[in-house]
């Protein structure tokens, strides 16, 4: 089965080049393996053997076992990222970690500003992809994406990432249309004592943490954590300076108690202020019309609090409920934005007879924004606020009890631009053995208009008109904006083929309508700002439709005790089509190619004799065609020794091959790319 | 303009993220040589834990004195099917010392191998004959240690199990007083559930 997959992936030149790299790098790999037999490694751990069986009983564990137990049970394509994974990757943020997952497409714009989505529709703000932490969104409603360079949370404190391909939406409510990446860091007990790390590097030129966890009593405990970054800038696509460095300094804290043996608590917050560079293309002047590519630096703060309440009714039934706050502003000159979210969840799971798993739910979220208009960027009305409600049910039917669970749910939603909406789904998992699970699934779900939809006019561009009339070429939002829907399809299999190799397969198909089209208006007059110009409208619309399928591939190999290779590979089309009414002839075909076809990955790590270890993974991403991007291998290693328990150093290396790349070139993206430099860090972390 | 104003605040920025980083390391560094090991205990692997607590049993049961003692002066442990401990049996317990006894690990292929084993070990894998293996066993000298769901209904000794991240134990007490296995009572205390035999919690 793992020479099929090979062979698939072979049938593009330049992934051929990375497993023939792959092939020397195993047999250097295998031959220090072998040399390092007669050595032993692993001497500093403390002998668990002289702690008295009590205590044993105390600590807690790491359980592989127990995630991939309930993972192999999930009917949905579940990808996670695990402590293990993001010790041994060379990323030093979320979105680099993201490059792991195989039909996650990540490509990145400048030193701060990522284009990240699942299975297509990639772009600055990636507006089908729902993101949350630890339960909160971050999911703009006023721009409907993500700011992924706000999105600071520090690797250390991260228990693992969950990313879902597919819909979400039944379960984690709307914009779940393609997936959902979840980031859920760890509990105050898991980081006790104290951390400290400090790297210096030549892009990520100096970033650490500082943290302390303790205990208040015996039922609760705290961390509270300080970290930041500073990011070199990287050049832009002439070579210049590309004017993109960045910066964050955060601060924040977790407590969990257990106030009963049925009751636990949570409460976090965190807040951060940070400055990114870019380079904005815009109007400089509307006469004479000039169009030109001008520095701002983006400011953005924000800070969130969020309480979680935990309560166990009895064996098959538990409650929760979830309250947070969120603030973020940020601006550049040529916008800002502020928006404050109130967000209140509440679910119950409860078994119902010996067949029936219900889980049910109901939220509410508030969001009101306050917006600068500036000569670029307006929203109309400038200040608005919107509600969300949403009520959820699911039961999993236990079929065939340990083999075959129907798991049935909707959820319904209410928002203020569209109303109703209804996203079911319906789900099969086939237990065939131990090892052997295959699941299929239909779904809908639906993408919500938001204030850069409905209310947003941005003036992208100034023309020289007829009788030196000046054209200024302008994008409204449209209040008539409807959902973007799409039906899906999708069937995987997991198997765990040997103690020693796994792989996870998944199909899909995917049907969507409405989706966003430009269409023009009626030309108008207008005198204001000076002098008089003619402006030509181009609106938001739901008049294109279309289809996307793909495979999506990962394999974990623990090809001998001391290494393991995890290779991934995803495959994805998409075609879009014109509604009758639609005048719009390019947005189809970026979008189709905007996406990369092929991606693959093979990531390596190797437990070297002597308290070392050996990561290295490559990373191949497809041409993107209407972009003009070309494909390209990102190339990561590091190396960390770890003499002891409590301290460690590490060597790491990105972009190795190429001294620098492109990844995105996104139409209507304001801000200019930059190249992606190879670059180096060491980072240092002591634990007391 | 706004370019250098940007890149001062940068200089700016770094400068103070580096004096801070050095303060605190330079902190730490001497928190750490003045007080001496004050690790926090962070999480340990599975596994790693399990084999401890294999360690301990076989610390807490007593053996029939007629118990065959092919290995001399040795302690044997053994795994049959696929072996989930992955070297941490080799690396926290091999050749460790319970009285005047060592230590010695075994991984066995086949049932038919289990003779001189004084703990096994029986992994999932061999979930299929896990009855027959275990009613094969019956009355032998070995503790049976597993984790499948119904280990202890199908005649097992010592099943582990998960509560939260806490690795927990249930006693199949008849099981192990049939084969004159004499279980500690602060092994049957620790034990999350203790089923058969007499005075069963």
């Not at chain 1, 790590?605 to 209407?626: C, E, I, Q, T």
């Not at chain 2, 001189?116 to 094969?136: P, Q, T, W, Y």
Request: aromatic share 10%; net charge neutral; charged share 20%.
């Amino acid at each position: 089965m793992f020479e099929r997959q090979e062979r698939d992936i072979r049938s593009d030149g330049a992934v051929r080049l990375v497993f023939g790299r792959y092939a020397i790098l195993g047999s250097v790999l295998f031959f220090l393996f072998l040399a390092s037999q007669g050595a032993h490694g692993q001497a500093t751990q403390p002998d668990l053997t002289k702690v008295n069986l009590e205590d044993l009983m105390n600590i807690e564990v790491t359980s592989v076992a127990k995630k991939e137990q309930r993972l192999s049970r999930t009917a949905a394509a579940v990808f996670v990222i695990t402590q293990n994974d993001i010790q041994h990757s060379s990323a030093t943020n979320i979105p680099d970690l993201l490059r792991m997952v195989p039909g996650v497409d990540v490509a990145q714009i400048n030193a701060s500003k990522w284009a990240i989505s699942i299975r297509g529709f990639n772009g600055q703000y990636s507006n089908k992809l729902l993101v949350l932490i630890d339960g909160r969104t971050v999911y703009s409603p006023l721009l409907s994406g993500v700011f992924w360079d706000a999105q600071d949370v520090p690797l250390e404190n991260i228990d693992r990432i969950e990313v879902i391909r597919g819909p979400g939406a039944t379960v984690w409510g709307a914009n779940a249309v393609d997936g959902v990446i979840s980031v859920i860091t760890k509990k105050a007990s898991d980081t006790q004592g104290g951390l400290l790390t400090q790297g210096v590097g030549t892009s990520d030129q100096a970033g650490g943490i500082a943290r302390y966890g303790g205990k208040f009593g015996s039922n609760a405990a705290y961390r509270v954590f300080a970290d930041g970054f500073a990011y070199n800038h990287f050049p832009d696509v002439a070579g210049r300076n590309g004017n993109d460095g960045w910066n964050i300094v955060q601060g924040g804290f977790r407590v969990d108690a257990n106030a009963s043996a049925q009751d636990s608590i949570t409460v976090e917050g965190d807040a951060h202020s940070g400055n990114a560079g870019e380079m904005v293309s815009s109007v400089v002047s509307i006469f004479p019309p000039v169009n030109g590519a001008l520095p701002f630096n983006d400011r953005f703060s924000g800070w969130n609090l969020l309480s979680r309440w935990n309560h166990v009714v009895s064996p098959h039934s538990e409650t929760s409920l979830q309250v947070y706050f969120d603030r973020s502003t940020r601006g550049d000159g040529t916008y800002g934005i502020g928006v404050n979210t109130f967000d209140v969840d509440f679910q119950q799971h409860v078994g119902w007879g010996e067949r029936h798993d219900f889980v049910w739910g109901g939220a509410y979220r508030v969001s009101s924004d306050q917006t600068v208009t500036t000569p670029r960027i307006s929203f109309n009305p400038a200040s608005r606020t919107t509600q969300l409600f949403s009520c959820f049910v699911q039961d999993e039917i236990a079929v065939l009890p340990d083999r075959v669970y129907l798991s049935l749910g909707f959820k319904l939603e209410h928002n203020d631009y569209t109303g109703f909406g209804l996203q079911p789904s319906a789900r099969i998992s086939w237990t065939l053995s131990n090892r052997n699970m295959f699941w299929a699934a239909v779904s809908q779900a639906e993408r919500t208009p938001a204030r850069s939809d409905t209310n947003i006019r941005v003036n992208y561009a100034v023309l020289p008109g007829p009788n030196g009339l000046p054209l200024l070429i302008s994008i409204f939002g449209n209040p008539g904006f409807k959902n973007e829907v799409v039906r899906t399809v999708e069937a995987g299999y997991r198997t765990q083929l040997t103690n020693r190799f796994s792989l996870d397969a998944t199909v899909f198909f995917n049907n969507y309508s409405d989706l966003v089209s430009l269409e023009p208006g009626t030309p108008f007059l207008e005198t204001r700002p000076p002098p008089l110009h003619v402006v030509i409208p181009r609106f938001f619309a739901n008049l294109e439709h279309g289809e996307t399928h793909g495979l999506e591939v990962s394999a974990n190999w623990r090809v001998v005790n001391r290494w393991s290779l995890s290779p991934g590979y995803s495959f994805l089309t998409i075609h879009l089509h014109r509604d009758a009414l639609s005048q719009d002839l390019t947005t189809a075909a970026e979008t189709e190619g905007g996406s990369p076809h092929h991606q693959a990955q093979l990531r390596s790590h190797v437990d070297l004799p002597g308290k070392w270890s050996w990561n290295m993974s490559a990373y191949f991403v497809g041409r993107l065609w209407a972009q003009g991007v070309p494909s390209y291998t990102r190339l990561d290693t590091n190396l960390t020794w770890q003499p002891a328990e409590r301290f460690s150093i590490t060597v790491a290396g990105e972009n190795l091959l190429k001294d620098h790349h492109l990844e995105y070139m996104g139409p209507y993206s304001s801000i200019l790319p930059s190249m992606i430099k190879r670059s180096a860090y060491a980072k240092i972390a002591w634990r007391f | 303009m706004i370019r250098k104003a940007n890149s001062g605040l940068f200089a700016a920025m770094r400068a103070n993220l580096l004096a801070l980083w050095s303060v605190v390391l330079f902190a730490a560094v001497f928190h750490a040589t003045g007080s001496g090991t004050v690790w926090a205990q962070s999480t340990v692997d599975e596994y790693r834990m399990k084999a401890a607590f294999l360690f301990h049993f076989a610390q807490l049961v007593e053996w029939p004195a007629d118990t065959p003692a092919d290995g001399g002066n040795s302690l044997f442990l053994c795994t049959l099917g696929e072996d989930p401990f992955r070297g941490e049996l080799e690396n926290t317990v091999e050749g460790k010392q319970i009285g005047s006894r060592t230590l010695r690990i075994r991984h066995l292929k086949s049932p038919q191998d289990t003779r001189g084993c004084h703990v096994l070990f029986i992994s999932n894998s061999e979930d299929k004959r896990m009855a027959v293996l275990l009613a094969n066993l019956r009355n032998a000298p070995v503790l049976t240690v597993g984790e499948a769901d119904d280990f202890l209904g199908a005649g097992g000794m010592i099943r582990f199990c998960l509560e939260g991240n806490k690795v927990r134990f249930e006693i199949n007490r008849e099981a192990a007083e049939s084969a004159r296995l004499r279980i500690s009572s602060q092994l049957l205390l620790l034990a999350k559930n203790v089923v058969g035999g007499n005075g069963g919690k």
